[in-house]
């Protein structure tokens, strides 16, 4: 295998990825990112100063999306978007 890359090009944010390979929401994106870092919904809803119920309509609007079926899958696909990152 080889791999060619740009040294000059900066690699794209995480968030920028899913917003333009899944069309996630800024919202939604921040309800994401905090579940891939080990932060758990209800944990999530309060730092984001948003009520649970929201955070679980954000969530299943991301599982949607990604064609995911759970967290742990979704913290797998971000964690392979990552490697991109």
């Given at each position: 295998m080889v791999l060619i890359s740009?040294?000059?090009?900066?690699?794209?944010?995480?968030?920028?990825?899913?917003?333009?390979?899944?069309?996630?929401?800024?919202?939604?994106?921040?309800?994401?990112?905090?579940?891939a870092q080990g932060v758990n919904l209800h944990a999530a809803s309060e730092e984001l100063g948003i009520r649970y119920e929201t955070a679980r309509s954000y969530l299943k609007s991301v599982f949607l999306k990604t064609s995911t079926h759970g967290q742990g899958e979704l913290v797998a696909l971000i964690g392979r978007l990552s490697a991109f990152s």
């Amino acid at each position: 295998m080889v791999l060619i890359s740009d040294p000059d090009m900066r690699p794209p944010a995480p968030d920028d990825l899913l917003r333009r390979l899944y069309g996630l929401t800024a919202a939604e994106i921040k309800v994401t990112l905090k579940l891939a870092q080990g932060v758990n919904l209800h944990a999530a809803s309060e730092e984001l100063g948003i009520r649970y119920e929201t955070a679980r309509s954000y969530l299943k609007s991301v599982f949607l999306k990604t064609s995911t079926h759970g967290q742990g899958e979704l913290v797998a696909l971000i964690g392979r978007l990552s490697a991109f990152s």
